[in-house]
């Protein structure tokens, strides 16, 4: 577990490397980036970002995609994988937004919810991004950093969400959020965690336990060098 200090420290450090804080994916209004959130689950951003222009070219409006057939719909989005339930998701959820929401996406998670296809993450992503308030994007990236950060230890989204809550200042949250996503790109990937050249070291759990890990190793091995270099006298 982090303090809130450490937190600060860290929100701080990843400020200076990335000044600029930007959601990957492309969208004018609050209803696009809905349907770009649905459509990023399983994709990368920039294949919804390829996506996005020719779905909303066609329909241009929350009532036109409520109105379309799902599989008009479905007929666009298929690169993005999952075609079929995403397609099914973005007209139910037009649907709801044009009957019960007058074509407003609502400004809290309780109605965002309600949203068919929206989930906590898509939620947050909304609520920070065009509302401006406190929003934690538990992501892969996310939930991968702050596991080896050692702000706490499982990959449950909602846990996560509520840990970075609880020691992020609010006001920092949504701009953390997406330095982590640049962060979990460039350097602390899950592939490989590039510590030598991460500003986030002197902060990060797993770099110490590294770093202990190949002292023991070292030391070990000065041991069994002299072991054998003893040996070898006698
Ligand atoms: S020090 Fe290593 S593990 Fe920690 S955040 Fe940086 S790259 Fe990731």
């Not at 600060?8 to 696009?32: G, H, M």
């Not at 970002?49 to 007929?75: H, M, Q, R």
């Not at 007209?91 to 709801?96: A, F, I, P, Q």
């Not at 996310?142 to 080896?148: A, K, Q, Y």
């Amino acid at each position: 577990m982090k303090t809130k200090k450490e937190a600060a420290a860290i929100v701080a450090a990843l400020e200076n490397e990335y000044p600029l804080a930007e959601c990957f994916l492309d969208s004018e209004t609050a209803w696009q980036l809905l349907v770009a959130v649905r459509l990023s689950a399983q994709c990368t951003d920039l294949r919804v970002n390829a996506t996005t222009p020719t779905l909303f070219a066609k329909f241009p409006t929350i009532s036109a995609l409520a109105d379309a057939d799902p599989k008009d719909i479905e007929e666009i989005v298929r690169p993005c994988g999952l075609g079929k339930s995403k397609a099914r998701d973005i007209n139910l959820c037009m649907k709801m937004l044009r009957d019960e929401y007058n074509c407003v996406v609502p400004d809290n998670m309780e109605d965002l919810l309600k949203l068919p296809g929206v989930g906590r993450k898509s939620a947050n992503l909304i609520l920070g991004d065009v509302f401006g308030k406190p929003a934690i994007v538990a992501d892969t990236h996310c939930i991968r950093l702050s596991n080896r950060l050692g702000f706490l230890n499982s990959t449950d989204m909602y846990k996560v969400e509520m840990e970075l809550k609880r020691v992020v200042a609010p006001e920092k949250q949504n701009d953390f959020c997406h330095r982590l996503v640049e962060h979990g790109r460039a350097v602390c990937t899950a592939r490989k965690a590039m510590c030598e050249k991460c500003v986030l070291a002197e902060y990060c759990a797993y770099k110490k336990a590294e770093d202990k890990k190949a002292q023991k190793a070292a030391a070990k091995a000065v041991k069994a060098a002299e072991k054998s270099s003893a040996d070898s006298k006698t």
